[in-house]
């Protein structure tokens, strides 16, 4: 199977005919990226959160072609509310199981708000809160997969490693808005992961950081950093 890097938190998991796009967020919204939704023909769709770096292209890429998408449920309603019409809506804790997988919601500290205006995407008082986010656990072409989603250092990641035991985690390493590289680098110890790839840096001035030493700080720990380019894919 293959994992495609679309910059940001984007990504996709190729498998045969299936193919996972996780919180599309593309070009030109996102500027990392080399696709637009018009270049992206997913069977399934996956969303961690609301907010507008990981949803941004969520409706337009569903609508057109007809991919199975899973949400936390008030996520999951927005879409529908979109014309989104094939939506899973489970809740922490909940699965939403394929033919060649499953999909588990966990938990991740952050904020949701669906996207507000387009000067203030992320305002509370022009968008809407809604629930909470969500880290994901996938299960695809025979590995797990944990997509920490946007979120801060936290002890139970450790019991999600012991849960599930994680061949790929993908972690925020930006800081600011999420844990930083630092944070992440002691999190990737609690899961347990075999590899790490690293995710939610570099695209804005705010989440620039040291993808290097971070690396750097996984392989004295004995852990392998996939550390991918945006339009990049590598074969697991």
Known sequence: MEIHYHGHSCFELR???????????????NPSAEAT??????????LTHGHADHIADAAAVATRTGAECVAIVEVADWL???????????????TVRFPWGSI?????????????????????????????????????GGLTFYDAGDTCLFG???????????????????????MDREDAAYAAELIGARKVIPIHY???????????????DLAGKGIEALV???????EL
Do not use: W
């Open 202 to 216: 570099e695209t804005f001035p705010p989440i620039e950081t040291d993808v290097g030493a971070f690396a750097a």
């Open 37 to 46: 939704a018009e270049d992206v023909s997913p069977t399934h769709i996956a």
């Open 156 to 178: 139970d990641m450790e019991m999600i490693g012991r849960r599930h035991e994680v061949d790929v985690a993908l972690l925020p390493i930006g800081g600011h808005y999420t």
């Open 80 to 94: 529908e509310g979109q014309g989104v019409q094939n939506v899973h809506d489970p809740n922490l804790g909940g």
């Open 15 to 29: 498998d045969g005919e299936t193919t996972l796009l996780v919180d599309p967020f593309l070009s030109p919204n």
């Open 104 to 140: 588990k919601l966990v938990q991740a500290f952050h904020t949701n708000t669906m996207p507000g205006s387009e000067e203030r995407l992320f305002s509370a008082e022009l968008g809407v809160p809604v629930g909470t986010p969500a880290g994901l656990i996938i299960e695809f």
């Open 228 to 234: 991918m380019e945006p339009g990049s894919t590598v």
